[in-house]
Nanobody, 128 residues
Framework: QVQLAESGGGSVQTGGSLRLSCEAS????????LGWFRQRPGKEREGVAS????????YYLDSLKGRFTISQDSAGNTVYLNGDRLTSDDTAMYYC?????????????????????WGQGTLVSVSS
């Protein structure tokens, strides 16, 4: 069982940055893939980035790579999402998600159906 709680959303000016946090309550006897997803108004939920808790290997949606960075604390209890040069197109509900994974390459997925634990989301609104 994994419980996830996002924080850090709010209003951001165009061109600004965001830093979201996700507190993950999980069994540390197992490794997990932790991911960030977002759902923009009128769009499907899409994966942004993922990270494997053992070793911190990351994986990104190609179109967002370079502007968004996923990271975790040393204990694998908190995962972060940093985003830069935000535009109105980044306005979305951002979700943290997780699934139990045995190997780092299991985490090379941003398919929402692969993730079976979800947080409630945090809203980011970008405007000028």
């Amino acid at each position: 069982q994994v419980q996830l709680a996002e924080s850090g959303g709010g209003s951001v000016q165009t061109g600004g940055s965001l830093r979201l946090s996700c507190e993950a309550s999980r069994n540390h006897d197992n490794d997990h893939c932790l991911g960030w997803f977002r759902q923009r108004p009128g769009k499907e939920r899409e994966g942004v980035a993922s990270i494997f808790t053992r070793g911190g290997v990351t994986y990104y949606l190609d179109s967002l790579k370079g502007r968004f960075t996923i990271s975790q604390d040393s204990a694998g209890n908190t995962v972060y999402l940093n985003g830069d040069r935000l535009t109105s197109d980044d306005t979305a509900m951002y979700y943290c998600a997780a699934f139990e994974a045995e190997y780092w390459y299991n985490c090379r997925t941003l398919r929402k159906d692969d993730y079976n634990y979800w947080g409630q989301g945090t809203l980011v609104s970008v405007s000028s």
